[in-house]
T-cell receptor, first 113, second 112 residues
Framework: DGGITQSPKYLFRKEGQNVTLSCEQN?????MYWYRQDPGQGLRLIYY???????QKGDIAEGYSVSREKKESFPLTVTSAQKNPTAFYLC????????????FGQGTRLTVV | QKEVEQNSGPLSVPEGAIASLNCTYS??????FFWYRQYSGKSPELIMS????GDKEDGRFTAQLNKASQYVSLLIRDSQPSDSATYLC????????????FGGGTRLMVKP
C-alpha cells in the first residue's frame, strides 16, 4: 500500500534533548513537508523540500532542522533550541507545486517531560 | 502576516441538515483554496479544492469561493454523525504551490 509512515506515534523528550521524528513515503512524491499543530489550532509549516538535498524554511523553522538525503525520507529534528516543542507533528507529501493536495502521515505526538 | 480565519465552533447541526462552514483570508493574491477534514487525534485529509469564483460540488460537499470578498465556504448537505470532525480551511500563499496557510479549524458536531 502506498502512503506516508511517521514514527514513533508518541515521543517523550526531556528538557535539553534533541529528538528526531521519522517520515517515510512510498508515493513517489518529490515534495515533502513538516507541519506543527497545537491543540485547537491549525497547522503551521516548519520546513518543506521539493528535491533531494534541498529544503526551505517555513513559517516556524526556528529550533528545528531537517535533512533530505533520499527521496523517500524527510526526518525532522526538534532541537533543544525549540522552547515549546510539545505539539502534534505532521509530515506530508505531494507532487511538486501541488502542496494543497497533500497526503499526510498519521502524526507524532511529542511531549516534553 | 498572511492570515486565514475560521470560527472555532463548535457548530452543532441536526442529522440531515446543511452544515455551513466559513473561512476568510487576508492575501488578495491567493489563488488556490482547500478544505481538509480532521477527526480527533488523526491527520487531515483533503476533501475539496477550489480555484475559481463560484461553486464546486462533489457529492454532499459544495465549496464556494468569492475572491472579491475574500471568503471560502464549505456546505455539507444531509449531514451525518460521521461528518463530526474539525474542518480546516487552507490557502496557498505562494505561486510555487508549496506554502499552505491553514485556518484554526471549525469543529462540527452532527447530532443524531
Amino acid at each position: 500500500d502506498g502512503g506516508i509512515t511517521q514514527s514513533p506515534k508518541y515521543l517523550f523528550r526531556k528538557e535539553g534533548q534533541n529528538v528526531t521524528l521519522s517520515c517515510e513515503q512510498n508515493l513517489n512524491h518529490d515534495a515533502m513537508y513538516w507541519y506543527r499543530q497545537d491543540p485547537g489550532q491549525g497547522l503551521r509549516l516548519i520546513y518543506y523540500s521539493q528535491i533531494v538535498n534541498d529544503f526551505q524554511k517555513g513559517d516556524i523553522a526556528e529550533g528545528y532542522s531537517v535533512s533530505r538525503e533520499k527521496k523517500e525520507s524527510f526526518p525532522l529534528t526538534v532541537t533543544s533550541a525549540q522552547k515549546n516543542p510539545t505539539a502534534f507533528y505532521l509530515c506530508a507529501s505531494s507532487i511538486v507545486g501541488q502542496g494543497g493536495m497533500a497526503f499526510f502521515g498519521q502524526g507524532t505526538r511529542l511531549t516534553v517531560v | 502576516q498572511k492570515e486565514v480565519e475560521q470560527n472555532s465552533g463548535p457548530l452543532s447541526v441536526p442529522e440531515g441538515a446543511i452544515a455551513s462552514l466559513n473561512c476568510t483570508y487576508s492575501d488578495r493574491g491567493s489563488q488556490s483554496f482547500f478544505w481538509y477534514r480532521q477527526y480527533s487525534g488523526k491527520s487531515p485529509e483533503l476533501i475539496m479544492s477550489i480555484y475559481s469564483n463560484g461553486d464546486k460540488e462533489d457529492g454532499r460537499f459544495t465549496a464556494q469561493l468569492n475572491k472579491a470578498s475574500q471568503y471560502v465556504s464549505l456546505l455539507i448537505r444531509d449531514s451525518q454523525p460521521s461528518d463530526s470532525a474539525t474542518y480546516l480551511c487552507a490557502v496557498m500563499v505562494d505561486n510555487a504551490g508549496n506554502m499552505l496557510t491553514f485556518g484554526g479549524g471549525t469543529r462540527l458536531m452532527v447530532k443524531p
